[in-house]
């Protein structure tokens, strides 16, 4: 009991009400990947609003990450360590480029690790749909890189090789294409997820939470479409297919915002209940 009242944040000796000392256990969950087990706050292993239905990281999570390491390593700036001065300087100016993508990538991993932890699902069509997802990410690695060093390295720094050129449109389409293919894999999985809503005996608050993300992945299915369109049907606008994507911040910031009211909303309900 002094672990429980410890990691709970309680001071050592505590004495809690019978009441109030059952809610605390219920809220500790044991960490796994040791012999003896340390039991933790469910705050520090699972999010508020959702509990975690995925296990131990399966074989399908494993070759996951394995992938998304590959697809890092196609990030790499340089393969070869710079022998000059001249060439760590160059080397140096691309890495601005570089955490861009990482940044980007590491989203895209984060949102699959949330996915499975939140869902646990692996039946045939979550598996069909994570390998699309799979491919879709090895895919787009090359457009981003290419985007990011035409221009952040090349235009903004005024140091980089790369150059959009008269393929402008070619390159906005490819990176397009790879974005609205993620997210709509994304899409997709969540929408499995809510048609097993049943089955997963999802609560109200994880049915709120659910659906936020999947409206989340379904914007940026929209924007990326909507750059796609520029390309095709607003050709003296071009540039517009790369700035529309600053539309993210404001629509999922929008998404974001409603989705935390309908939950802190259930918080109250839930609170004026017991």
């Not at 070759?63 to 393969?79: C, G, M, P, Q, R």
């Not at 150059?163 to 894999?185: D, E, Q």
Request: charged share 20%.
């Amino acid at each position: 009991m002094v672990k429980f009242t410890e990691l709970a944040g309680y001071e050592l000796g505590t004495r809690l009400p019978g009441e109030q000392r059952k809610h605390l256990v219920e809220d500790l969950i044991p960490m796994s990947g040791s012999p003896n087990p340390v039991l933790l706050p469910r705050r520090l292993r699972e999010e508020r609003h959702f509990r975690w239905r995925g296990g131990d990281v399966s074989r399908l999570e494993g070759l996951s990450d394995a992938v998304f390491a590959f697809s890092l390593t196609l990030l790499v700036v340089a393969l070869e360590v710079p022998q000059t001065s001249d060439q760590l300087v160059a080397v140096f100016w691309q890495f601005p480029a570089f955490a861009l993508c990482f940044t980007f990538l590491l989203w895209v991993w984060y949102e699959h690790y949330i996915y499975h932890r939140r869902f646990g699902i692996e039946d045939g069509v979550t598996v069909l749909l994570n390998g699309l997802l799979l491919f879709f990410v090895v895919f787009y690695v090359y457009p981003l890189k290419f985007l990011a060093g035409a221009l952040i390295t090349g235009s903004l720094l005024d140091q980089g090789s790369s150059s959009l050129g008269s393929g402008g449109k070619a390159v906005m389409l490819l990176y397009s294409g790879g974005f609205v293919g993620i997210f709509a894999v994304f899409s997709l999985l969540y929408l499995r997820a809510w048609r097993l809503r049943d089955d997963l005996k999802l609560n109200e608050a994880e049915r709120i939470a659910t659906r936020g993300a999947l409206t989340g992945h379904l914007i940026s299915v929209t924007i990326g479409l909507a750059s796609i369109a520029c390309v095709f049907w607003l050709p003296g606008l071009s540039a517009l297919s790369g700035l529309i994507y600053f539309a993210m911040g404001p629509a999922q910031g929008w998404n974001g915002f409603r989705t935390g009211r309908r939950l802190k909303a259930v918080d109250v309900v839930d609170g004026e209940l017991d």
